[in-house]
């Protein structure tokens, strides 16, 4: 009797882990799989020119850049994960409206650009980089800023080195890596969600090829010698008003910090509307036109 109950308990465990195992590897694959998508015969209602630039030789990144005032400024839109240039029309109207030459990308895996794997920010911000030289070429004698939203904020900060701008805008940022796994099981999964994170962690660096201590802007934001602002909602329990802070605090002045009342983990700019472009607005015409 005594080794059946030990044979059953044992048989649980292995149940138990085989289980937690296949999740594990299904989350990985559905959070760093590719999210294609068609995005050139969508085109906005104001007139873009379709580019695509080249990165280290491999591939080219997927993009539409709309022209603006000489001298006024560039900048650089890039989207959260799973997205792609699209989620960033709105912001574009209104900023090329303003007079900016404005660039709005795919990043790797992502859109039409092409990809195997999301990489959270490490890959992506090679994509950045060479969009970033794109406008420098483009627009030699204008000051260029870059929006990045989640995933494009976090490939803006971990490039390395770290991007000429005149300015960024960093949009519900996490700090650290193991903290955006963390808070987004406990969302799906409950507090007990949280736990697996010691499993996917390890797994995730295994996938990407890369530790997971190499994701978190936090450790970078302190090298960035720019103008920034952050932006986080109140309601955002993917990235949490005090994770943000923190982030704040590690960064470089000038820097300001905008808590946008009752918004979430999604587009800034659809949730606040004309507040976004008064916040946005006043900042780049501080940093990126010239007195």
């Known amino acids: 009797m005594h080794n059946r109950v030990i044979r059953w308990i044992l048989l649980q465990l292995v149940t138990a882990l085989l289980i937690i195992s296949a999740v594990t590897i299904i989350l990985g694959e559905i959070v760093t799989g590719s999210a294609p998508t068609a995005v050139e015969t969508l085109l906005p209602d104001f007139p873009v020119e379709t580019v695509q630039i080249p990165v280290n030789d491999e591939y080219a990144v997927h993009g539409w850049l709309a022209h603006g005032m000489s001298g006024h400024g560039a900048v650089l839109l890039v989207h959260s994960m799973r997205s792609n240039r699209l989620e960033m029309l709105g912001r574009a109207r209104f900023l090329n409206n303003q007079g900016y030459h404005v660039l709005m990308i795919d990043l790797q895996a992502h859109g039409e650009t092409p990809g195997d794997r999301i990489t959270f920010g490490a890959r992506e911000s090679a994509d950045v980089a060479a969009a970033v030289g794109y406008l420098r070429s483009t627009f030699p004698h204008d000051r260029i800023a870059a929006i990045g939203a989640t ?51 390890p797994y995730f660096s295994f996938l990407l090829d890369l530790p997971v201590n190499q994701l978190n802007p936090v450790d970078r934001i302190g090298n960035i010698a720019i103008p920034v602002l952050f932006i986080a909602g109140t309601l955002d329990r993917h990235t949490t008003q005090s994770e943000v802070k923190r982030l704040y605090d590690a960064a470089l002045p000038p820097k300001e910090l905008w808590i946008v009342e009752g918004a979430g983990h999604y587009n800034m700019h659809t949730f606040a509307g004309k507040s976004y472009e008064m916040q946005i607005a006043d900042f780049l015409s501080t940093y990126l036109q010239r007195q």
């Open 151 to 201: 995933l494009g904020a976090a490939a803006i900060v971990l490039a390395n080195p770290p991007l000429k701008l005149d300015a960024m805008i960093l949009e519900s940022l996490h700090p650290t890596f193991a903290e955006a796994v963390a808070n987004r099981l406990k969302l799906h999964l409950g507090n007990t969600g949280e736990y697996l994170q010691f499993l996917l962690l």
